[in-house]
Every structure is written in structure tokens, then in C-alpha cells.
């Protein structure tokens, strides 16, 4: 039990598997589905400065590795800071869950999913880490499409994509082994570098492989979905951020920038264009996912000083950004009785759920960077890097950004009409003022002080040493 | 003759993964897939020890229980009909999968040199064949025990291929896992659909 792969990856799987037992037990299944991972981000944030703890005059010793099959799986101290991210993600969905219909699986496989995410990021050769995605996309599968109504083409779609992208990352570190020994090997890093892309591009949805993502949030429930793709785009995100820290050739490779750069201007755009034109909120939800997948691309695509300040910055606000609009497309799911949410019924939603309303708006805009908000900080950032690069990027991120803008002033047209049905029994409860109030709040805070969520996880990418510039 | 009978079990895998792509008949599925796991251990045990050799093929034969259960429950399993005539779909998927086989069989040498100079020919023909008709699988239905025999021969390619670079007891036991808990998502999605059909 002293051991960090035990505390943060075998004993939550092992917890979540017994989750599974009392899953019927709702209120229990939620109240432990919440304590486990807040307790594990308590631990991990106690030992990030370190593996020794000294409590009342007695030592607390952990040890940072593990081997199973051969293989060493090792988690050191300074690793502990990612650990802490994924699991408070965890907590924030778990906390809530209760609220809304998500079905009996979703606190022990919310949980199983996290130590999952967090043995990718710790495998070694992390290269095997592939498999594990893999398992990861298969335990969602209930999350997803829950019993009762038939499998859908998204859920699918991911599966699909999942299973095509394992054998890249695969074969790609098998072709590159070796290759820091012969540097000349060009063909060879080239054909591994196309591979690890590819890979990548199949597992986040990149454009023009994304048609799974705007599907799968049609498809599933917005607080299932929402936990799904934040801890699936942090946690790629990191992953890649290791395929750079761990291969020289791909970190120093020219073209990488390039491409980089490109697939975020394209993500940003392909986001921005199309989501003027859909009709339902749980799709808006898929291509704010693809938009935020091409910020991410983006801040690694320019790897200036301090570059992965400007990704720990965005990272932490970002989960909340998801959080907050899952919770407010939950509420309106739940308050409409809908289950994909359709402009038409937006209609004079103002006056119906006035708090709702706020709640939706704020983390649209939240979420599209706009000032004020938490994710402005870093989206100006990025948006002031971009000022000296190409005006075709510069342009496509612009466009981008006005169709994300005009997404929000059509959902702010339908709400503020007048409703063409008044339901007189279907009111909103009082009750929410008190969340909604704290997370608008909450939002404009750290907008105006961004050190409120930077503090935090200012130490959080530092095992990192190779990138650190 | 000696070379001929090397190269049954890939002429018999591959045939096999044919018929699944072609022919929509669950039992007749089933036994194919068994037959496809099967033939991968000749193969196998060609490049790993005997124990190494049989897991591959051995949880083939546990996914396919999985399936043959579950389509069991749901009163899927029925006599083998073989006085059939083929439909156009099938002919087109047939032809289609031959097609990739022989564009394969053509560039393999070229393929082999390039890219897997190690990996014997016989074994990537028989690992890229399972590969490219398990993808033509997954892009031309969408019926979820379909879908699960498609990810299934994408799969088995991709181990086999891998097998041969090179060999990891915690890899094997994490593709163990993919495959039975596949099974288990294909057995999922056969009793929502069934249940979804018969409400």
C-alpha cells in the first residue's frame, strides 16, 4: 500500500470494481464515487513535494515504482501534479451526478476510466499506453449508450476510431526504435512522425476525422459526455506532451511545428464554420470540443519561451469551462425534458429558467474565450502569439472565432424571445441561484485574476524537463 | 508442396475473414471466426514458444464463446442455410475484399523490403490480409456483431504483425483484455439492439 502505483492507479480501479457491486445504492454509490477521488487528489497534492510525509511524529514513506509483467511502472513526485488534475476532474463530475438521470454505471466507471487515464500517462515503454486508450474507450461504452435504447452510429464511429488509432502509436515506436543512435535515419522519422499525427488525429477527433464527436455528444448525456471528453483531452494532451519530452527527433523535427499549427487553425475554423449552422445545443457541444482540441494543438505548436506556462494556464481553467456547461446543458436536458435540445426549444427560455439561461450563456461565452471570462487569460495569449504568424492561420482562426460568437448570439435571439408556450407547473427552482451565482462568479474572478486557477498547477508540467525552454 | 502446406493455415485464415465480410449468417460467422483464430497459431508458433504461441488463438476461441452465447440468448443461432445465391452486396464485398488481397499480394515484396524487412512474408501477408479486410469490414455495416467481428480481424492482423516485431508479456496481456472486453461490448450491443427490437 506504500506504493504510488497502487494509491493512484490499481486501488481506484480495484474501488471503482467494487462501486460497481453497490451500484444500485445510488446515494451511497455518488457519495463514494465523490470522496474517493477528492481524497486521491488530497494525497496527490500532499506527496508532489515530495514521497516522504511526516505525520504526528511518524514517517510516511512511498515508493515510485512497480513492476508488473516485466515492465516498470513509476510515479514519481513531481509526476503527482497531473495525478491531482485527473482526479479532481473525477471529483467535480462525480459531486454532481446525483443531480441527473446518468445512470447507475457512471460513479464506478467515472472512476475506472480515471485510473485508467492516469496509467497512460505512466506506462512504460509509454508507447503501451495505446492499449490501454483502447480499454478506455470500451469501459465508456455503457456510459454512452445505455440500455435500453439501440447502439447509435457515434458511440460506434468512436469505437472505430479508437481501434484504428492503437496500432499506429504502436507501430510507430516500434519503426523509431533506436533511431536517437542514427540521426540520419530522415525516411524513417518522417514515416514515424506521419504515424504518431495520424494516431493522435484518429483518438481526439481532429478535423476531418471528427464526425464522431458532434454525434456522440447528440448521442449521450451531456454530464457523461462533458466528463468523457475533458478527461480524455487533458489527458491526450499530456500524452502527447510525453511523446515530445521522450522523442528528440519529433520535438525537433521543423515541419512538426507546421503541421501543428495548421491542424489547430483548421480544428478552430471547421469548429467555428459549422457550428453556425446546427440546430441542436448537444451538437454545439461536440464542436466546442474540436474547437478547444485546436487551442491545445495550437499553444503546443509554438514552443517559445515559457510555452508550457501558457498550456499549464489553460488546462485547469478549461475543465472548468466543461464543467460549467455540462452542468448548465444537464439542467436545461433535465428542465426541457429533452434529450438533444433543440433551438426551437430556446424559444423564450429567458423568462422560463432565467438562471439556467445566465448559467448557459456565461459558459458559452466562457468557453469561446470572450473577455471577462476564465479562459480569456490564455486565449489572449495565444491569440498575441498568432499576431506575428502567417495571415492565412491568423485568418482561419478569426473566422473561427466569429462563427463561435455568432453561435452564442443565435442561442442569446432564441432565449430572449417571447415563448410561444407558457407551462405554468414547469418552473425553475430557487434553489439554483446559489450555484449559478457561484459559478459566474467564479468565472468572471478568475478571469479578471487568472492567478486564481495558474497558482494551482503552476508546477504541474514540470516533469517535463525537456520541454522546460 | 512443403511451401503449400506452410502456407494453408493464411489461405484458410484469409478465407475465412472472406466469408465473414461477405456472407451475414450468424452461425456461419461464428465457426468462421473460430476458424480464423485457429489458423493464426501455426503462424504463431513459427516466431514464439508453444505457451506464448496458443494465447492468441486461445482467446479468439473465449471471445467467440462470448458471442456464440450471447447470440444464443437472443435467438440468433440457426441452422447453416448453404443452398443460397449471393446477393449483390455480397458480390461486391467479396470482390472487394479479393481485390485488396491480390493489390497486396502484388506490392507485398516491395511493402516487406521497405517497411518490415524482418517480418516473414508469408506472416505479413497473412497479418496485413486480416488488417485490410477487417477495415472494409467496419466501413461497410454497421450491425453491432458485425462491427465487433470487423474490430476483431483488424485486431488478430495487428497482433499477429506486432508478434513478430517484438514481444511483451504486458502488451499481450493488455490486447488480451482489448479482445475479451470487445466481446463483451459486441455481446452489449446484440442484447440492446435485440432488446430495443422486441420493445
Given at each position: 500500500m506504500n506504493n504510488t502505483v497502487i494509491i493512484w492507479i490499481v486501488l481506484p480501479a480495484l474501488l471503482g470494481l467494487a462501486l460497481v457491486l453497490i451500484q444500485r445504492q445510488t446515494k451511497l454509490s455518488a457519495v463514494l464515487g465523490s470522496l474517493i477521488p477528492f481524497v486521491l487528489t488530497v494525497l496527490a497534492v500532499v506527496f508532489s513535494k515530495g514521497l516522504t510525509l511526516l505525520v504526528l511524529g511518524r514517517y510516511f514513506i512511498l515508493v515510485d515504482s512497480l513492476v508488473i509483467f516485466g515492465r516498470t511502472i513509476q510515479i514519481t513526485a513531481d509526476q503527482l501534479g497531473i495525478i491531482a488534475l485527473l482526479y479532481f476532474l473525477c471529483f467535480a463530475w462525480n459531486l454532481l451526478s446525483g443531480l441527473f438521470k446518468v445512470g447507475h454505471w457512471f460513479n464506478s466507471l467515472s472512476l475506472i476510466i480515471t485510473a485508467l487515464w492516469v496509467s497512460v500517462q505512466f506506462?512504460?515503454?509509454?508507447?503501451?499506453?495505446a492499449v490501454v486508450i483502447e480499454l478506455i474507450a470500451l469501459v465508456s461504452v455503457p456510459l454512452l449508450s445505455p440500455r435500453g435504447t439501440p447502439a447509435r452510429s457515434g458511440v460506434i464511429r468512436f469505437l472505430s476510431m479508437q481501434t484504428l488509432a492503437m496500432p499506429l502509436i504502436l507501430i510507430s515506436g516500434w519503426m523509431v526504435s533506436g533511431i536517437e543512435t542514427s540521426p540520419s535515419a530522415e525516411a524513417i522519422i518522417l514515416r514515424g512522425s506521419l504515424l504518431v499525427i495520424a494516431g493522435f488525429s484518429l483518438w481526439a477527433g481532429i478535423f476531418p476525422i471528427h464526425s464522431w464527436l458532434p454525434m456522440l455528444t447528440e448521442e449521450s448525456h451531456p454530464w457523461i459526455i462533458s466528463f468523457l471528453q475533458t478527461i480524455m483531452q487533458i489527458s491526450l494532451a499530456i500524452f502527447f506532451l510525453k511523446f515530445l519530452n521522450q522523442y528528440a527527433w519529433l520535438r525537433n523535427l521543423e515541419e512538426i511545428k507546421l503541421v501543428l499549427k495548421w491542424i489547430g487553425a483548421l480544428c478552430i475554423i471547421s469548429a467555428g464554420t459549422m457550428v453556425v449552422f446546427q440546430k441542436k445545443l448537444s451538437r454545439i457541444l461536440g464542436y466546442l470540443y474540436l474547437s478547444g482540441t485546436g487551442y491545445i494543438v495550437l499553444s503546443m505548436a509554438f514552443?517559445?519561451?515559457g510555452w508550457l506556462d501558457v498550456l499549464s494556464l489553460y488546462l485547469l481553467p478549461c475543465v472548468f469551462a466543461y464543467w460549467s456547461l455540462g452542468y448548465a446543458l444537464s439542467l436545461l436536458r433535465e428542465a426541457l425534458g429533452?434529450?438533444?435540445?433543440?433551438?426551437?426549444?430556446?424559444?423564450g427560455l429567458i423568462w422560463r429558467y432565467p438562471l439556467i439561461s445566465v448559467l448557459l450563456l456565461c459558459s458559452l461565452l466562457n468557453i469561446i474565450g470572450m473577455p471577462l471570462f476564465s479562459l480569456f487569460p490564455s486565449h489572449r495569449i495565444i491569440w498575441s502569439i498568432l499576431a506575428s504568424e502567417s495571415l492565412t492561420i491568423r485568418l482561419l482562426i478569426s473566422i473561427g472565432l466569429l462563427g463561435m460568437i455568432t453561435m452564442v448570439l443565435r442561442v442569446l435571439g432564441m432565449m430572449v424571445?417571447?415563448?410561444?408556450?407558457?407551462?405554468?407547473?414547469k418552473k425553475e427552482k430557487p434553489v439554483f441561484i446559489v450555484p449559478v451565482v457561484l459559478i459566474v462568479l467564479l468565472m468572471v474572478l478568475s478571469g479578471l485574476?487568472?492567478?486564481?486557477?495558474s497558482a494551482p498547477i503552476?508546477?504541474?508540467?514540470?516533469?517535463?524537463q525537456n520541454l522546460l525552454l | 508442396m512443403t511451401e503449400f502446406l506452410q502456407s494453408l493455415p493464411v489461405y484458410i485464415a484469409l478465407l475465412a475473414a472472406l466469408l465473414n465480410l461477405v456472407r451475414r449468417q450468424w452461425t456461419l460467422n461464428l465457426i468462421a471466426l473460430v476458424v480464423q483464430f485457429a489458423c493464426l497459431f501455426p503462424m504463431l508458433l513459427k516466431i514464439l514458444p508453444l505457451q506464448l504461441a496458443l494465447i492468441q488463438p486461445f482467446t479468439g476461441l473465449m471471445v467467440t464463446l462470448i458471442l456464440y452465447l450471447t447470440l444464443l440468448g437472443v435467438g440468433g443461432i440457426k441452422a447453416i442455410n448453404l443452398l443460397f445465391s449471393l446477393t449483390s452486396g455480397e458480390i461486391f464485398r467479396g470482390l472487394a475484399g479479393i481485390f485488396l488481397l491480390a493489390i497486396l499480394g502484388t506490392f507485398l515484396p516491395q511493402f516487406q523490403q521497405a517497411v518490415f524487412p524482418l517480418v516473414p512474408s508469408n506472416h505479413l501477408f497473412l497479418s496485413i490480409g486480416l488488417v485490410l479486410i477487417g477495415l472494409t469490414q467496419l466501413g461497410t455495416i454497421s450491425e453491432p456483431f458485425y462491427l465487433a467481428i470487423g474490430m476483431l480481424t483488424f485486431l488478430s492482423g495487428i497482433e499477429l504483425l506486432y508478434s513478430a516485431l517484438e514481444y511483451s508479456f504486458l502488451l499481450e496481456a493488455l490486447l488480451v483484455a482489448v479482445n475479451l472486453l470487445l466481446a463483451i461490448v459486441g455481446a452489449f450491443f446484440i442484447v440492446k439492439n435485440a432488446e430495443s427490437e422486441s420493445a
Open positions: 506506462i512504460n515503454p509509454f508507447l503501451y499506453s514552443q517559445q519561451q429533452s434529450e438533444q435540445i433543440d433551438f426551437s426549444e430556446l424559444s424571445q417571447p415563448p410561444e408556450v407558457t407551462d405554468q407547473d485574476f487568472p492567478q486564481i486557477f503552476q508546477s504541474l508540467l514540470i516533469s517535463f | -
